[in-house]
């Protein structure tokens, strides 16, 4: 099982990125998967969550409207678009399935500063 996130990088508020995260030894559409982040020096969070059926949760009221998370199954990728990104945005965000062993990828650094 890997995951392999991509598609942080710099970019200046108001903008917009789209994470990748590229699945491999399962299905993305047979489990539920899960976007984290973890900003400087605080823990790790749940951002959002779609299930094996599709169903999409934004785990926090501040990012309902702006994140959107979703999935290519023939890709076997899921990826988490970002619109009108702050500076309180900045974090790692990190790639997650519970199988149910958990697995977590290595991270994409967003960084939203001008």
């Known amino acids: 099982v890997q995951l392999v996130e991509s598609g942080g990088g710099l970019v200046q508020p108001g903008g917009s990125l789209r994470l990748s995260c590229a699945a491999s030894?399962?299905?993305?559409?047979?489990?539920?998967m899960n976007w984290y982040r973890q900003a400087p020096g605080k823990g790790r969070r749940l951002v959002a969550t779609?299930?094996?059926?599709?169903?999409?949760?934004n785990n926090a009221d501040s990012l309902k409207g702006r994140f959107t998370i979703s999935r290519d199954n023939a890709k076997n990728t899921v990826y988490l678009q970002m619109n009108s990104l702050k500076p309180e945005d900045t974090a790692v965000y990190y790639c997650?399935?519970?199988?149910?062993?958990?697995?977590w990828g290595q991270g994409t650094q967003v960084t939203v500063s001008s």
């Open positions: 997650n399935v519970r199988l149910p062993r958990e697995y």
């Open positions: 779609i299930t094996s059926a599709g169903a999409t949760i």
């Open positions: 030894g399962f299905s993305v559409s047979s489990y539920a």
